[in-house]
């Protein structure tokens, strides 16, 4: 499988290696337009051999490599990745994006989500937003759980993770390191926003399970430190904010069905809070499921991503979710 990745960042860089050390991909291109990167081979970047392929910030890339699919880890948003995904489709490629609001584009975004299904059809080839969360914890693994219920009344989950090893970037979109009042000045201003996803996940839950769902309620919490907390882009003193403490409810009718659960600070072992993925449904029969530690957000994503590659790459052409496609599964393990 011929793959490009388009964006050399943290994720990036983590799924262009697992390419580079496959035995069946082959990475034929590399798109970034951080000039850090650009003219430098790929192997070199990633503190491997040589490989051949050299980082560029031309889009040319895939129109010369004829890539099967396009790994897209560039921006968090649909009004930045859309023409990316629209330049790829059109040159006959595949398309996997992290983007949080492609993991279930469909209800915020109904004419650009259509626009991409049709695009995705006429073009023969198929696009899919995935990643940790959203595309996994908070959805694709509850889904997969109501697999073993009759009846679903209820899902409540909860990801309680640790930002610390996370850019300058996912701070400033969490609050990380604002005093109280900078940070209800942020969320008014929306330059604060906590974790984007909420809106993607309950869409892929309760379309999977057939739900109507007439309300979402979202509720953002500043984490505010007792101790002094620091990561190598943040100082936090004791009485500043440490994270956000992001929640939504989803109700059909007055029933509250889903409740999601996601506080996110730096080093929350400071003030004794152990990190972990909880999942309850309830239902005619219930499961507890507790996963701790949490599920490595960055290693998981570039996993998650890497995985999706041939399934996506053989799927029925258009725009999919995760609930749509086959169980995802470890792709490196046996193969490598
Ligand atoms: P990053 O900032 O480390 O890397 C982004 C890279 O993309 C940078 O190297 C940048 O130069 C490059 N880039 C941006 N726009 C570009 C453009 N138009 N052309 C070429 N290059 C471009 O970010 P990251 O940690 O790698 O994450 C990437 C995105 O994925 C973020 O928006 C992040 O929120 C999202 N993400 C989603 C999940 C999930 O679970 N769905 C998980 C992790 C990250």
């Keep these: 499988m011929r793959v490009v990745t388009w964006g050399f960042g943290a994720m990036g860089r983590g799924i262009a290696k697992n390419i580079v050390e496959s035995k069946f991909m082959k990475l034929v291109g590399v798109i970034d337009k951080n000039p850090e990167f650009i003219g430098k081979d790929v192997g070199e970047l990633l503190g491997l051999e040589r490989y051949g392929t050299r980082v560029r910030d031309s889009i040319d890339v895939i129109e010369e490599t004829n890539p099967d699919i396009v790994a897209i880890a560039t921006s968090s948003f649909i009004r930045d990745v859309l023409p990316q995904i629209e330049y790829a489709v059109k040159n006959h490629s595949n398309v996997i994006t992290i983007a949080e609001e492609m993991a279930f584009p469909f209800d915020l975004y109904p004419e650009e989500s259509a626009y991409m299904d049709s695009l995705a059809k006429r073009y023969g080839v198929t696009i899919l937003g995935t990643g940790v969360n959203p595309g996994f914890v908070l959805d694709t693994l509850i889904i997969a759980l109501t697999g073993v219920c009759t009846k679903v009344e209820k899902v409540i989950a909860k990801r309680i993770n640790d930002l610390s090893p996370f850019g300058r970037t996912v701070m400033e979109t969490q609050g990380v390191g604002t005093t109280p009042e900078e940070f209800e000045k942020g969320l008014k201003e929306g330059t604060i926003v906590g974790h984007i996803g909420f809106p993607q996940s ?23 430190s007792s101790v002094y907390r620091e990561t190598s882009v943040v100082k936090v003193q004791p009485g500043m904010v440490a994270g956000c403490n992001h929640s939504a409810k989803a109700y059909a009718g007055d029933k509250c069905v889903i409740e999601l659960y996601h506080p996110q600070q730096i080093h929350p072992h400071l003030e004794g809070v152990d990190t972990g993925d909880y999942v309850e449904i309830h239902g005619d029969i219930d499961i507890s499921l507790s996963i701790r530690p949490e599920i490595p957000g960055g290693k998981a994503t570039i996993a998650i991503a890497t995985n999706m590659i041939p399934i996506v790459t053989y799927a029925q052409p258009g725009l999919k979710c995760m609930a749509d496609l086959p169980v995802p599964r470890s792709i490196l393990s046996s193969i490598r």
């Design 202 to 224: 309950i869409g892929m839950i309760s379309r999977a399970l057939g739900w109507n769902i007439t309300k979402v309620e979202e509720e953002r919490k500043p984490i505010i």
